[in-house]
């Protein structure tokens, strides 16, 4: 769990320093290891908390041309607002009327953003997982071999079966 402890906090802003080991928090993202490195600033003025967060942790992924195991850093930074009321979180639940708050209960002693902090951290591991020494190469460069053999789409041999739809006019 990654807690900020907000018990007799008055308003103000207030900094934090966090570090997590992954493997305590529950999570489906395998490519996370060692720890969340987390710098927190949590700006409170009455039962609203505003938390602004850069979040750190490796990833271990496989290169998606070479199958290479590589490691990189994955960086996040975002703002969660968390607005404290016991009968808003009663009557509709953690997410309230909208999506941009956070709906807690008044009398909770810190606030668990380990979900959170894992959403954008998992939105941040890249698409395409290239290793970085692959990042700018193309594909013929990496596997010469079989550059040859790749034949270029306007080379291909044309399917009988859909010469049809070249007389197709369109408006």
């Not at 998606?64 to 808003?88: C, G, H, P, W």
């Not at 668990?112 to 591991?125: Q, T």
Request: include cysteine; hydrophobic fraction near 40%.
């Amino acid at each position: 769990m990654i807690k900020i402890d907000i018990s007799g906090m008055s308003d103000g802003e207030y900094e934090f320093e966090l570090s997590v080991p992954v493997n305590t928090l529950e999570t489906a993202f395998d490519e996370f290891f060692g720890d969340i490195r987390l710098s927190v600033i949590v700006k409170k003025l009455g039962l609203r908390y505003t938390l602004t967060a850069d979040a750190k942790v490796n990833a271990r992924m496989e290169c998606d041309r070479s199958l290479q195991i590589f490691e990189e850093l994955i960086s996040a930074n975002f703002e969660i607002v968390y607005r404290a009321n016991t009968k808003l979180f009663l009557e509709v639940g953690k997410h309230g009327e909208n999506d941009k708050e956070i709906i807690i209960r008044e009398d909770y002693k810190y606030i668990d953003i380990s979900e959170e902090v894992l959403e954008h951290l998992a939105l941040k591991l890249p698409m395409k997982r290239l290793a970085p020494e692959y990042r700018d190469k193309e594909l013929s460069e990496i596997f010469p071999e079989i550059a040859k053999e790749i034949i270029p789409d306007e080379n291909l041999p044309l399917d009988d079966r859909w010469s049809n739809l070249k007389n197709i006019k369109f408006n």
